[in-house]
């Protein structure tokens, strides 16, 4: 390829400014940068752009925020754009078949599994929850399906065992943009491999997070309440409710121990709480008061004199 390709950019979140940079750096010309429009946000709900748009600005990119693709207007907009391929990265809006078709290399995107497994929205928290021993970021040829397109490029990495949804998040983001940055430079050199298409077996949906799953049901075995503790670090954090207070609990492990009923508070001690649960018990190691800051459960103890002898009986 001889000239420059023409690449607009597709994305909203934190996960999507290490893409954008990659775009930035490589040898091809920026043309816009789309994300979605301003949203409340904060105590005030004062408008505020999304990450992608700050470094968009801030590299001196224009900047497109459709509310969707859907007026003829948008579309025709992007295709005055003339681009060449538009790189999708965590943007938050469906591209239709005539969007997917303005380009002339179609539309990539980088998604943060091995699919098909974990295709949707919460790729990352999914694959802790479920206690997958890795996953990586594929770098997919969009089609109208979700996540159902053929890949082109795929980078594995294993998930630690101390692994939380913010660090996976963040490995997975400069993985993807490493990825990304190499596919830029191979269309140049016209080396990228043909797409290969997806498997039919082992397909997984990773479904949007909701608050209500961050509470804890100690019914649950403790290997598994270990790692919703860990995969809903740093949104939107379990909760469990002790010594009648309702606490966010932001570190834990997964320990033995005799069986209990579940949810009966074992021992206290300034290295955690541990508490009954279907399986084993979970010993709680950070927490969370209401309106208060992440602090150990030593510091915690230490605030309040006599909660020891308060707290052997139950959590909820």
């Not at 408008?47 to 003829?72: H, I, N």
């Not at 060449?84 to 380009?103: E, F, H, M, N």
């Not at 596919?183 to 140049?188: N, Q």
Request: with cysteine; hydrophobic share 45%.
């Amino acid at each position: 390829m001889s000239a420059r390709p023409r690449v607009v950019f597709a994305g909203t979140p934190d996960f999507a400014v290490a893409s954008l940079h990659a775009c930035v750096d490589a040898a091809v010309d920026v043309v816009a940068v789309y994300t979605q429009p301003d949203r409340p946000a904060g105590r005030g709900r004062k408008l505020c752009p999304s990450p992608v748009k700050r470094a968009a600005l801030d590299a001196g990119l224009s900047v497109e925020q459709p509310e969707s693709f859907r007026p003829v207007q948008v579309r025709r907009r992007l295709a005055d754009l003339a681009p060449d391929l538009v790189v999708v990265v965590a943007y938050g809006l469906i591209l239709s078949r005539s969007v997917l078709a303005i380009p002339r290399l179609g539309c990539w995107n980088v998604h943060a599994s091995l699919l098909p497994r974990w295709r949707g929205a919460a790729p990352i928290q999914r694959a802790i929850l479920a206690g997958d021993a890795e996953t990586g970021v594929d770098l997919m040829q969009m089609e109208a399906g979700l996540d159902t397109g053929p890949v082109l490029l795929e980078r594995r990495t294993p998930i630690r065992s101390d692994e939380t949804g913010g660090s996976l998040h963040d490995r997975l983001a400069a993985l993807g943009a490493a990825l990304l940055a190499e596919a830029l430079d191979r269309v140049i050199k016209g080396t990228l491999p043909e797409p290969k298409e997806q498997a039919g077996s082992g397909i997984a949906y990773a479904h949007k997070l909701d608050k209500s799953e961050a509470i804890l049901d100690w019914r649950e075995p403790a290997v598994a309440l270990e790692r919703k503790v860990r995969a809903f670090n740093p949104w939107p954090v379990a909760e469990t409710v002790l010594g009648g207070e309702r606490l966010r609990v932001w570190s834990a492990i997964a320990l033995g121990g005799r069986p209990a009923l579940p949810g009966t508070v074992i021992a206290v001690s300034p290295a955690g709480i541990d508490v009954a649960c279907g399986e084993g018990q979970l010993r709680i190691t950070a927490i969370q008061r209401d309106g208060g800051k992440r602090m150990s459960v030593s510091d915690w103890l230490n605030a309040r004199p006599g909660l020891v002898d308060t707290l052997p009986g139950s959590a909820t």
